[in-house]
């Protein structure tokens, strides 16, 4: 039977935790993990701090060992690269680029692709994909993804809804305990890249994520943002939730970075970088620059469609720069060897 969201009412809900924040005599310094986090008093950003000794013993008394996390580590020990998307603000583009990013990957028919959405108030993804009216289904108990083509599947809690318009109502700890089904329950088999999709913010999912993943083990965030301070403001909190939760910030993609007209190709600056744009974050915080994408108004209709913008206008300035920006994901990542088609690798050698 597949799973619909009547039967999610099971889902396995994470108790918040009881516990009263610790009384802390000192200012929270830089880098701080949280005082009311597993790493309290323990990360290296502890060290000389006057708090220690008290996250240290707050720490200790509420931290039990997830049984579950084992189980999710070797289901995913057959998937070689995953990949977090993440930006911090809403709107620059998160779902589009994590869809854009799994047709690259899947252009090459050697590569194995999946995308969990962990949206669970706004999934997106199976729009883009064109798979949105697909069921989950549930053989021997485990779940299935759903698959786009032979080597790209995506999980995404619109699967179980019973209209594509109705609305998920949840706390915090039901999102967790989904997330943790997508992780654990999921028959994702062996892939290459797994590309989590995430929510704006530095909340819920991302806390879970991070904390499901960590013993697996995560080769990076991809963060995404646009040109404006406005988008950069939550960025710098998306970076310092990496650098708290210890995971490596693979770089910087700056999109929507210019309209390209589709007819002129010629490009105008609809989100002036007043302060620099994701380059000037970039030098700032010392995190790689990946590249900039371009709007061009057919992504949004090859979104709205469920169709590859990849394989539809391959010789646009958009596409060569997504391409260019998968190269240097590929670089931070060290895996850039047997990533893209023959033919693309061919034209970027006697480009570059």
């Not at 690269?81 to 709107?91: A, F, M, P, V």
């Not at 109705?166 to 997508?182: C, E, H, S, T, Y």
């Not at 998306?238 to 700056?254: N, P, T, W």
């Not at 989100?271 to 744009?277: E, I, K, S």
Request: glycine share 8%.
């Amino acid at each position: 039977m597949a799973p619909t969201l009547e039967a999610l009412s099971m889902v396995t809900e994470l108790e918040p935790s009881t516990k009263t924040a610790p009384q802390l005599i000192a200012p929270e310094p830089a880098h701080c993990p949280g005082p009311e986090s597993q790493a309290a008093g323990t990360g290296s950003a502890c060290a000389g701090c006057p708090n220690q000794s008290i996250c240290a013993s707050a720490a200790s008394a509420v931290r039990v060992p997830d049984p579950d996390i084992a189980l999710i580590t070797a289901r995913l020990a057959p998937i070689a690269h995953k990949l977090l998307i993440l930006s911090g603000k809403g709107g620059v583009g998160k779902s589009t680029f994590t869809t854009l990013l799994a047709h690259a990957f899947a252009a090459n028919p050697a590569l194995t692709v999946g995308i969990m959405d962990t949206d669970i108030c706004g999934p997106s993804i199976p729009k883009m994909l064109g798979v949105e009216a697909q069921k989950i289904h549930a053989p021997a108990g485990d779940w299935s993804p759903v698959w786009v083509s032979e080597n790209l599947a995506v999980m995404s809690i619109q699967f179980m809804l019973p209209g594509r318009d109705d609305a998920v109502i949840w706390r915090g700890p039901k999102k967790n305990g989904l997330i943790k089904q997508f992780l654990k329950d999921v028959d994702w088999g062996e892939l290459d890249f797994l590309l989590v999709d995430t929510p704006p913010g530095t909340s819920d999912e991302h806390l879970s994520v991070n904390t499901f993943l960590k013993e697996s083990g995560v080769d990076g965030a991809i963060l995404l943002t646009t040109p404006q301070e406005v988008a950069l403001l939550d960025v710098r909190k998306e970076i310092d939730f990496c650098r708290k939760a210890s995971i490596r910030v693979l770089g910087l993609v700056e999109n929507m970075s210019g309209f390209v007209c589709p007819n002129c190709t010629y490009e105008s600056q609809i989100f002036a970088p007043t302060t620099g744009g994701a380059i000037g974050l970039a030098k700032e915080t010392g995190i790689p620059f990946l590249g900039s994408v371009p709007l061009d108004p057919r992504i949004g209709m090859a979104c709205d469609y469920g169709e590859s913008f990849l394989d539809a206008f391959p010789d646009s300035p958009a596409c060569k720069a997504l391409n260019n920006v998968v190269r240097r994901i590929c670089e931070e990542v060290g895996i850039l060897d047997g990533v893209f088609p023959p033919s693309q690798e061919e034209e970027y050698t006697t480009k570059g």
